[in-house]
């Protein structure tokens, strides 16, 4: 039998991993429930997934995270009983403040308020979350009364706020995302989209440069969903919004001259990017099998 001293490598090593942060805790939970060490690193594991596994992330300023109800859980389930998820949201963006419409303070802050409302809503549904009236409240620090007022304003400009309350409520092509789209791809122009949907120009163009890219990439090098999210920079679920919505408009008479723009863009988008390899769809298709 060896006989290792108290103070060698393999003990000193042993007593470090023992005063680990994890190891205290297990311990505690061991002591305080009289769980088994397995039963117990389970717990961890499930602890670390829920409040840890998105703290890798770097936030920006202006950004935090936020746990909202999942998607999945049908309306209608008390969220008490609800899967949660977290969710990263930006609460603060400069362009909430550019081209704010004439009016007084309490009228220009009702729309920084909306177009915060709209976003972070967009935010957490992207990320497989849905925000409440009351989580609204609580990120914006207002009462729920005012942002039901805000949203029943929106609604009455033809936007639906998806909210967890009124998931059920939205179909194709009319939350603020697809309203911008829409408005755009019969016509308007981005300064009138702005008035329409309370939104800055920043932003209207952002949505606008998304959905060029995500057409082209589709249109124009048959990409799949998932190589059109990775290489436009965007969710798989806006990618699928925005194809739908191509198809859906795509027949309409002014969509040709908006085509000539759409391969513009995405023609100067992909120099950008550069003709990468691992950009191409058969490159991308042959790593994936590689990889199974």
Request: charged share 30%.
């Amino acid at each position: 039998m060896s006989i290792q001293n108290s103070n060698s490598y393999e003990c000193q090593s042993e007593r470090r991993k023992n005063k680990t942060v994890d190891q205290q805790m297990r311990q505690a939970v061991v002591d305080g429930t009289r769980m088994s060490p397995w039963e117990a690193d389970v717990l961890l594991k499930v602890i670390d997934d829920v409040y840890f596994s998105e703290m890798d992330k770097q936030l920006k300023p202006g950004q935090t995270f936020f746990s909202c109800v999942s998607a999945r859980e049908g309306a209608g389930k008390p969220l008490a009983e609800c899967a949660m998820v977290t969710v990263l949201l930006t609460l603060f963006k400069d362009s909430d403040q550019e081209d704010l419409e004439k009016g007084g303070l309490k009228h220009r802050q009702t729309v920084i308020r909306q177009r915060r409302v709209l976003r972070l809503c967009d935010e957490a549904r992207d990320q497989g979350g849905l925000l409440t009236q009351e989580d609204l409240a609580q990120l914006l620090m207002c009462d729920s009364k005012t942002i039901r007022r805000d949203i029943k304003e929106l609604q009455e400009r033809g936007i639906i706020v998806p909210t967890r309350g009124r998931i059920k409520d939205i179909g194709p092509g009319i939350t603020h995302r697809e309203l911008i789209i829409r408005h755009w791809l019969e016509g308007q122009e981005e300064l009138e989209i702005c008035s329409a949907t309370r939104h800055s120009m920043t932003s209207v163009e952002s949505y606008l440069s998304s959905f060029k890219r995500v057409v082209y990439l589709r249109e124009e090098k048959k990409f799949t969903e998932h190589e059109i999210a990775v290489t436009a920079g965007v969710s798989q679920r806006a990618v699928k919004t925005y194809l739908d919505l191509f198809a859906l408009l795509k027949d309409k008479g002014i969509f040709k001259h908006r085509m000539a723009e759409i391969f513009n863009v995405g023609d100067r988008y992909y120099k950008e990017i550069g003709e990468k390899k691992d950009l191409s769809p058969a490159n991308t298709s042959n790593s994936r099998r590689s990889s199974k």
